[in-house]
């Protein structure tokens, strides 16, 4: 999985994204099927798993260890595991790629993929996409293209997106509002991946095309290179700037975020991250450093923080067992263990 990876400007974009949702003709979107419907277009998509040598499963029907398992690697959302859903998941023969059946729409297809190469991993999701339409009734518009639940992705049906880390950018006074407005220009939006609280904490979102009506997906691709172009230049830049114009304030906080990471035995979400942000910021800027610390192993670090079923699953009901676990957590990251 992404997180497992060090690839070329991966320390800016950790993962980019494509979901192309297409759905079939005659039934109602998921949000207005019946129950049986919901059966009719599983067993459907369950005939083209076969042929295509996809796995098959029924995602509410599982329990939580697999529903972690499916969660923690990103092929599934809580919401879409919820016992009531009717819905699966086909998985593709590479990591990373599966199909979701029954969500917003009937069929999304989703690649995931390391660091920026978005054509390789739209071309994943496309060929899977294209199999689909060859064996199913695709609803299709000759006016407005495909047709989604979403009123946003009618049209290609393609919505791309890419995780990224920026604490250059948004401790650089500035950055972020020309960030913004950059992504305005493409038709792309930018939300803070952690809900609530202090922004400045944790500088991990997700950036997304809005547009997909009137636009081909030649275009769109176009246009994610460009955005993703821009996020890596300014960010590395700010990040050069940060650490030459304040090396002795970025070498000390890249240094104390080492040692409570290393050694805290109780860590909250927001202050692990705020750590990880001058560790991320400084990495590549600090010279003769004392840490042996990899790009994956950071990775490592931000995937365990942000994405651990447990503790979303239990959100909203505190316990004194999670931080202490996810210290210990970090703890084996930083020595070298390979948890995940």
């Keep these: 999985m992404w997180y497992e990876k060090q690839d070329e400007n991966n320390e800016v974009i950790l993962a980019s994204q494509v979901n192309i949702s297409r759905n079939i003709k005659g039934f109602s979107f998921p949000v207005k099927m019946t129950k049986d419907d919901k059966e009719n277009v599983i067993g459907m998509a369950r005939q083209v798993a076969s042929e295509l040598g996809l796995g098959f499963i029924r995602?509410?029907?599982?329990?939580?260890?697999?529903?972690?398992?499916?969660?923690?690697?990103?092929?599934?959302?809580?919401?879409?595991?919820?016992?009531?859903?009717?819905?699966?998941?086909?998985?593709?023969?590479?990591?990373?790629?599966?199909?979701?059946?029954?969500?917003?729409?009937?069929?999304?297809?989703?690649?995931?993929?390391?660091?920026?190469?978005?054509?390789?991993?739209?071309?994943?999701?496309?060929?899977?996409?294209?199999?689909?339409?060859?064996?199913?009734?695709?609803?299709?518009?000759?006016?407005?293209?495909?047709?989604?639940?979403?009123?946003?992705?009618?049209?290609?049906?393609?919505?791309?997106?890419?995780?990224?880390?920026?604490?250059?950018?948004?401790?650089?006074?500035?950055?972020?509002?020309?960030?913004?407005?950059?992504?305005?220009?493409?038709?792309?939006?930018?939300?803070?991946?952690?809900?609530?609280?202090?922004?400045?904490?944790?500088?991990?979102?997700?950036?997304?095309?809005?547009?997909?009506?009137?636009?081909?997906?030649?275009?769109?691709?176009?246009?994610?290179?460009?955005?993703?172009?821009?996020?890596?230049?300014?960010?590395?830049?700010?990040?050069?700037?940060?650490?030459a114009k304040k090396a002795a304030i970025a070498e000390d906080q890249y240094y104390k975020s080492y040692g409570v990471l290393r050694y805290a035995r109780r860590l909250e979400i927001p202050e692990a991250l705020m750590h990880i942000n001058w560790i991320i910021l400084a990495t590549d800027n600090i010279k003769d450093s004392e840490v042996e610390l990899t790009w994956s192993q950071i990775h490592l670090l931000v995937h365990n923080i942000t994405r651990r079923y447990e503790e979303i699953a239990t959100r909203g009901k505190r316990t004194v067992a999670i931080p202490r676990k996810r210290a210990e957590r970090v703890r084996g990251i930083l020595k070298g263990d390979e948890a995940k």
Excluded at 223 to 229: D, G, P, S, T, Y
């Design 59 to 243: 995602t509410d029907e599982l329990d939580d260890t697999a529903k972690a398992d499916l969660f923690n690697n990103y092929y599934a959302d809580i919401h879409f595991m919820q016992p009531e859903g009717k819905t699966a998941i086909l998985l593709g023969k590479e990591e990373g790629l599966c199909v979701q059946i029954n969500g917003k729409d009937h069929i999304n297809v989703k690649s995931l993929s390391s660091g920026d190469d978005i054509r390789v991993t739209y071309k994943k999701a496309e060929d899977i996409a294209v199999e689909f339409e060859k064996r199913m009734p695709v609803a299709f518009s000759e006016k407005r293209g495909f047709l989604t639940s979403d009123i946003k992705n009618v049209g290609t049906g393609v919505q791309i997106s890419a995780l990224i880390m920026i604490p250059g950018i948004v401790k650089t006074t500035g950055a972020m509002a020309m960030l913004s407005k950059r992504l305005e220009k493409f038709e792309w939006n930018i939300k803070s991946l952690i809900q609530g609280g202090d922004v400045r904490v944790n500088s991990l979102f997700v950036i997304s095309n809005t547009a997909t009506l009137g636009i081909d997906e030649n275009e769109l691709l176009e246009r994610a290179e460009n955005v993703l172009r821009d996020v890596i230049k300014l960010e590395k830049s700010c990040r050069s700037s940060i650490c």
